[in-house]
């Protein structure tokens, strides 16, 4: 193979990238794809692909996307909500799911154990059936998603929140499952939920965005600092956007983390040493912050940190390969 037959490993996976990009987007969609692909030259603002224009061929992501949502479908709505029964002193009946998602009054100190995250990942899954009742539109899926959240609305609670590690890592799940709930499977107490979690949820959060390992109320032990506060205003603007309220957009803006908005915005690269999964979710924020706002800050620093990412990005080699054209 001559050097000009050969690529860079980054470039080839970028290359992949857009050509199974390319593949997914039907002919509409790709004609929406090349008009914002322009939109750094015109004043026309990102839109979000619905599901109905993206298609998927690919067995192997068919059967995870498949095998996911039976595993969801399967488990049960008293253990699902048990964790949240448990923290407000309410009966909880049904198994414990375990690991980090059950509830232990007696893990105070014990990092990474049992009860670690209790109930954490409810809001995430609940938006994952909403997305796949977008999809295949399957009636019991629906049926799942209204009936959880009826039943989580009855277990809301101040106290929750005071008894967790992550009060705002887990109102922010809960207000993408919500909000999803609205947009995707048409529910019409989504709002209503959304609101009685929000009255429950504020008073035990941080007045503003609270960096990583910074402590702002009595913590047992250094996880409860962990939490991640500045990850929030992306799920309140959307929110807003769709029709929840004033108060998810103000409360959005309340949690900006702009002193790490204004070193990215002015080039500084701000990410060393931080939380990279969070503080990358952050950017997302900065986006929304933007659409919302206007306020070209915020693109600046969404696109300088999506380099500065790009740029230290990379797949780290097993074996020695070649690509020949």
Not at 51 to 73: F, G, I, K, N, W
Not at 92 to 119: C, K, M, S, T, V
Not at 149 to 154: F, I, P, V
Request: charged letters at 20%; one cysteine or more.
């Amino acid at each position: 193979m001559s050097p000009a037959q050969s690529i860079s490993r980054r470039r080839f996976l970028q290359s992949a990238a857009l050509a199974s990009a390319a593949t997914l987007l039907s002919s509409r969609s790709s004609a929406a794809l090349s008009s914002l692909h322009n939109a750094g030259a015109t004043s026309t603002p990102l839109e979000e692909f619905d599901y109905a224009d993206v298609s998927l061929d690919s067995p192997l992501h068919e059967q995870q996307l498949r095998e996911t949502h039976s595993v969801l479908m399967e488990l049960s709505d008293d253990s699902l909500l048990k964790p949240f029964r448990q923290m407000v002193g309410q009966k909880a009946p049904g198994d414990d799911i375990g690991g980090w998602y059950a509830y232990d009054p007696h893990n105070e100190n014990y990092l990474f154990q049992r009860g670690f995250a209790p109930g954490s990942t409810f809001g995430q899954w609940i938006s994952a059936l909403s997305r796949s009742y977008a999809i295949d539109r399957s009636p019991k899926t629906r049926e799942k998603v209204l009936r959880l959240n009826r039943a989580y609305a009855k277990a809301i609670g101040g106290d929750f929140y005071e008894n967790t590690r992550f009060p705002a890592y887990t109102y922010d799940k809960l207000v993408c499952g919500l909000i999803d709930s609205h947009k995707y499977v048409g529910d019409p107490d989504a709002f209503k939920i959304l609101d009685a979690t929000t009255k429950a949820a504020l008073p035990h959060l941080p007045p503003k965005a609270i960096e990583h390992g910074q402590r702002w109320r009595s913590n047992p032990d250094v996880s409860y600092t962990w939490d991640e506060s500045y990850t929030m205003p992306e799920n309140l603007f959307l929110a807003y956007h769709r029709g929840a309220g004033d108060q998810y957009r103000a409360t959005a803006i309340q949690y900006l983390n702009d002193t790490f908005y204004d070193r990215l915005a002015q080039g500084q690269n701000d990410l060393a040493g931080r939380h990279a999964y969070s503080h990358v979710n952050c950017l997302s924020s900065a986006m929304q912050a933007y659409l919302t706002q206007g306020d070209e800050k915020y693109l600046r620093a969404a696109k300088n940190g999506f380099d500065m990412v790009l740029a230290q990005s990379y797949a780290k080699p097993t074996a020695r390969t070649s690509t020949t054209a």
